[in-house]
């Protein structure tokens, strides 16, 4: 299992229509990508135009060739890119330990 971990920073005062989309685009797009296993959103406390996007893939191939090389990228981006102050900041990770 493959952790997706986006880094985004919205225009001020779109959290709300950002967060309708970011759920709409999960739905719609994202959740129908090969490989694609569930996902979070958090919101910044301290900085709320940032948010921390989780999402878990089954190989690190369905995020990188499979959905980003496939026409569903696009689609995602059309619904969420809108909102972006920068490009996002994505890496991925895999588990070492976690609570029971």
Same mark, same amino acid.
């Given at each position: 299992?493959?952790?997706?971990?986006?880094?985004?920073?919205?225009?001020?005062?779109?959290?709300?229509?950002?967060? =309708?989309?970011?759920?709409?685009?999960?739905?719609?797009?994202?959740?129908? =990508?090969?490989? !694609?296993?569930? !996902?979070?959103?958090?919101?910044?406390?301290?900085?709320?135009?940032?948010?921390?996007?989780?999402?878990?893939?089954?190989?690190?191939?369905?995020?990188?060739?499979? !959905?980003?090389?496939?026409?569903? !990228?696009?689609?995602?981006?059309?619904?969420?890119?809108?909102?972006?102050?920068?490009?996002?900041?994505?890496?991925?990770?895999?588990?070492? =330990?976690?609570? =029971?």
């Amino acid at each position: 299992m493959i952790l997706e971990i986006a880094d985004i920073r919205i225009a001020p005062g779109k959290q709300a229509e950002f967060e =309708a989309a970011i759920q709409h685009g999960i739905k719609t797009v994202a959740s129908t =990508a090969k490989g !694609f296993r569930g !996902f979070k959103v958090n919101k910044g406390v301290e900085s709320p135009e940032r948010y921390i996007l989780m999402i878990y893939w089954e190989t690190l191939e369905n995020h990188t060739v499979d !959905f980003r090389q496939g026409p569903l !990228f696009a689609q995602w981006r059309a619904i969420v890119g809108p909102f972006f102050a920068a490009p996002p900041v994505v890496e991925h990770f895999t588990l070492v =330990a976690k609570s =029971a």
